[in-house]
């Protein structure tokens, strides 16, 4: 951590229900190798050395809602989320303590992505800063076809310049919360923090981020993300 950085704190949407991934639970309290996917993302980013506390952003029903989560002795508040993970994020920005100033940056980070690895947070700190904001992504890499309504190919699309987002996705305090804000009020719903950004005429910056940044929407996720974390127990590099 360079000398003059405070830590920066992370916002975790964990208020989803996994409709997607259609288990007897919320995904992110499935267990994987031993522990909930929650469990696992939270203690990834507790132990990188530049994260200094989180929100986690949690439904109304989840019993988690109303205890305290401690991790690595790092702060870890928790508050209730909305109906789109867009919702459950501004809720997380407003529950930020009021250390975190206005032009400080946050990162935004998917419970369901418990394999980020250290290097690629260290490497959108110090590329996004200077860029006034950024996230990371990865580069598309099959053909893409563009279908018609019957599931025929119309054509194929240039994958070039084309990339996938992910997360963390890291920007200024304010300007996020203002950028979501004011895609609720023109009923605009963004699939991630960069769409609300990029509608405030931001431009973030793409870090490319390694492949095993998967999320886990279905349940051909989980033996993957299984693995990457078995993996990554056995040896300190995955991080
Ligand atoms: N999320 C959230 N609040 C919501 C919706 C999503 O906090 N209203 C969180 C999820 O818990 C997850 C992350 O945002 O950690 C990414 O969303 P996604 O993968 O879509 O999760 P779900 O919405 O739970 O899954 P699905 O869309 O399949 O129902
Ligand atoms: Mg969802």
């Not at 099959?142 to 240039?158: I, Q, W, Y």
């Amino acid at each position: 951590m360079a000398a003059s950085e405070t830590g920066l704190w992370c916002v975790v949407p964990a208020a989803g229900r996994g409709r997607r991934f259609d288990a007897d639970r919320p995904k992110q309290h499935i267990g994987i190798a031993g522990k909930s996917l929650l469990t696992w993302t939270l203690e990834r980013l507790a132990a990188h050395p530049r994260i200094a506390g989180f929100v986690v952003v949690l439904a109304a029903d989840d019993p988690l809602a109303h205890a305290r989560i401690g991790i690595f002795g790092k702060p870890a508040l928790t508050v209730i989320g909305g109906a789109e993970r867009a919702d459950s994020v501004l809720a997380g920005l407003r529950g930020l303590p009021d250390t975190v100033a206005d032009a400080a940056f946050v990162l935004v980070h998917d419970a369901a992505r418990p394999c980020v690895r250290h290097a690629d947070i260290d490497a959108l700190i110090d590329r996004g800063m200077p860029a006034g904001g950024g996230l990371l992504a990865a580069p598309v890499r099959d053909t893409l076809k563009r279908a018609d309504a019957n599931g025929f190919v119309l054509e194929t699309e240039p994958r070039e310049a084309r990339w996938r987002a992910m997360t963390p996705q890291m920007f200024r305090r304010a300007e996020l919360t203002a950028a979501l804000e004011s895609a609720r009020r023109d009923g605009v719903i963004v699939s991630d923090e960069a769409m609300a950004m990029e509608r405030a005429a931001f431009k973030p910056l793409l870090v490319e981020c390694s492949d095993d940044n998967i999320k886990v929407t279905t349940p051909a996720d989980y033996f993957l993300v299984e693995y990457f974390l078995l993996r990554d127990s056995k040896s300190k590099d995955g991080k």
